[in-house]
């Protein structure tokens, strides 16, 4: 059983798959954020800084908040997988406290691009 540490650094995430672990070091006032799905046993790890892109003007790094971050992770997530005929994202949810940061961005919404960007990766 050989582990792969996998390091997740500020405002970073990274996906890791059957024995692999992510580890992230002085989270303090950061939001670690983890996906994993258990039928395939992979799973990705988030480093969060701030809540939302909307406000800062430099927001390249779409894994520096939580707006964006977690739909990147979920869609690298979704690429990873190999099981074509399962669908990943039936009960998409995000909870109130990223929604509420998120300003205009319902949980509806956010189910309907997670399905979307499945569908795509599928194609892909």
């Not at 406000?55 to 908040?65: G, L, P, W």
């Not at 005929?85 to 997670?114: H, I």
């Amino acid at each position: 059983m050989n582990n792969e540490y996998i390091k997740v650094g500020m405002a970073d995430f990274k996906i890791g798959a059957g024995d692999d672990v992510l580890v992230t070091l002085g989270l303090g006032s950061c939001v670690g954020i983890v996906l994993y799905d258990k039928f395939k046993r992979i799973g990705g790890m988030a480093h969060i800084m701030l809540p939302s892109s909307k406000e800062i003007r430099n927001n390249a790094n779409r894994a520096k908040f939580a707006d964006t971050a977690l739909d990147e992770m979920l869609f690298e997530i979704v690429k990873k997988r190999s099981h074509q005929g399962q669908d990943y994202c039936k009960n998409c949810r995000w909870s109130t406290d990223v929604q509420d940061s998120c300003q205009g961005n319902d949980s509806k919404y956010r189910a309907e691009e997670c399905r979307r960007r499945e569908r795509k990766a599928k194609r892909a």
